[in-house]
């Protein structure tokens, strides 16, 4: 982890026309580029205002993550990019240290993009999972909630409203056979069925499929 915090301080885009802050106790650090590093490991080297880290720089918590970009008063703020241990990867906005604005986190298993509200996943949006789906539409506090389509790996969607995360009333189901069934949307214990305006109802066959 060493070896990877200094080769981020010597990448061009860390290169300021600052000076380095002083050296001894009592110095008072504004306009210039300083290190830090606290007693859990976490390291910062970058811009320095008023005697706190504002301005650009980079901060490495050694296992968790490395986060490269604006700060404000010692917190993440503005854009930056985070790079987490686990292969994760966020980039976009932030405030007062979490995701906040417009962004884009990849993990392992999905891909988030669109609006954040103090870090969750808030306003529009899309996620897409591997060979699942893909919903683009409203979110509120990392569900999805509102207008939006998910469209399936076999072609299909689903246009409708969401709440608290489950599909609910009035939703067109376009099969990939081009098929359109419009119907009211319902969970039962034999799974999520499509109640139609001539009183039939359709089981959906496939989890992971639009019909």
């Given at each position: 982890?060493?070896?990877?915090f200094l080769?981020l301080?010597?990448?061009?885009?860390?290169?300021?026309?600052?000076?380095?802050?002083?050296?001894?106790?009592g110095?008072?650090?504004?306009?210039c580029?300083?290190?830090?590093?606290?007693?859990?490991?976490?390291k910062?080297?970058?811009e320095?205002?008023n005697?706190?880290i504002n301005?650009q720089?980079?901060?490495?918590?050694?296992g968790?993550?490395?986060?490269?970009?604006?700060f404000?008063d010692?917190?993440l703020?503005?854009e930056?990019?985070t790079?987490?241990?686990?292969?994760s990867?966020?980039?976009?906005?932030?405030?007062n240290?979490?995701?906040?604005?417009k962004?884009?986190?990849?993990t392992?298993?999905y891909?988030?993009?669109g609006?954040w509200?103090?870090g969750?996943?808030?306003?529009?949006?899309?996620m897409?999972?591997?060979?699942?789906s893909?919903?683009t539409?409203?979110?509120?506090?990392?569900v999805k909630?509102?207008d939006?389509t998910m469209t399936?790996?076999?072609?299909?969607?689903h246009?409708?409203k969401w709440?608290?995360?489950?599909?609910?009333g009035k939703?067109?189901?376009?099969?990939?056979?081009?098929k359109?069934l419009?119907?009211?949307?319902k969970?039962?214990?034999?799974?999520p069925?499509l109640?139609l305006s001539?009183?039939s109802?359709?089981?959906?066959?496939?989890?992971n499929?639009?019909?």
């Open positions: 982890m060493k070896k990877l080769l301080f010597l990448i061009p885009s860390l290169v300021s026309a600052l000076p380095s802050c002083p050296d001894g106790d110095k008072v650090w504004d306009e580029i300083g290190e830090a590093s606290w007693d859990n490991g976490k910062y080297k970058g320095w205002r005697n706190k301005g720089g980079t901060m490495i918590f050694p968790y993550w490395v986060y490269q970009g604006g404000k010692g917190k703020h503005g930056g990019e790079k987490f241990s686990d292969g990867r966020y980039v976009g906005e932030y405030k240290n979490v995701a906040h604005g962004g884009t986190i990849s392992p298993s891909v988030y993009e609006e509200k103090e969750e996943f808030y306003g529009q949006g899309t897409t999972l591997d060979n699942v893909s919903y539409g409203k979110w509120k506090k990392n909630d509102g939006g399936y790996a076999d072609g299909g969607t246009v409708g709440k608290n995360g489950r599909l609910i939703v067109t189901v376009t099969c990939p056979d081009k359109i419009v119907g009211k949307h969970y039962t214990d034999k799974g069925i109640i001539d009183g109802i359709y089981l959906f066959k496939n989890e499929g639009s019909c």
